[in-house]
């Protein structure tokens, strides 16, 4: 909805209603982070289908391109690692700064799911020629 630049209340309004979004939102992302970290611990004791309400509700308020990781790692634990793979590229395409290593190891464990090895090796192999042992990262 767009807003009259005019309208000073408008705008005050508006203010308040997207830092109560911005909770929503964060709230909803903690609380999914959370329940599949429980499902990852004890599987029998929360099924997947209370992880995939809470994912939806989110989606209700920000786009899965919002919070990439979260949105990888239940495509993953549903089990749909092409798709979680597709997620993650997307993210990383849209990237300006470079792929950082902890996308590079999650992008090699998909490819292995997949069962694309060599695909995976090759990633594999550019976590060292981009983050040496020797340059640590400060």
Not at 45 to 65: K, N
Not at 102 to 129: M, R, S
Request: no cysteine.
């Amino acid at each position: 909805m767009t807003l009259d630049k005019d309208d000073k209340e408008a705008q005050k309004l508006r203010k308040k209603d997207d830092a109560k979004k911005k909770a929503l939102v964060s709230a909803l992302h903690t609380k999914a982070l959370a329940l599949a970290d429980l499902h990852a611990v004890d599987a029998a004791a929360l099924p997947l289908s209370t992880l995939d309400e809470a994912v939806a509700a989110l989606h209700q308020w920000a786009a899965p391109s919002e919070h990439v990781k979260l949105t990888v790692r239940w495509h993953k634990l549903r089990g749909r690692f092409a798709t979680a793979l597709v997620a993650l590229n997307e993210s990383l395409d849209k990237e300006k700064s470079p792929v950082s290593k902890e996308n590079l190891e999650l992008k090699a464990e998909l490819l292995d799911a997949l069962g694309w090895a060599h695909w995976a090796t090759a990633t594999k192999a550019l976590i060292p020629q981009r983050f040496p042992a020797a340059y640590p990262a400060v």
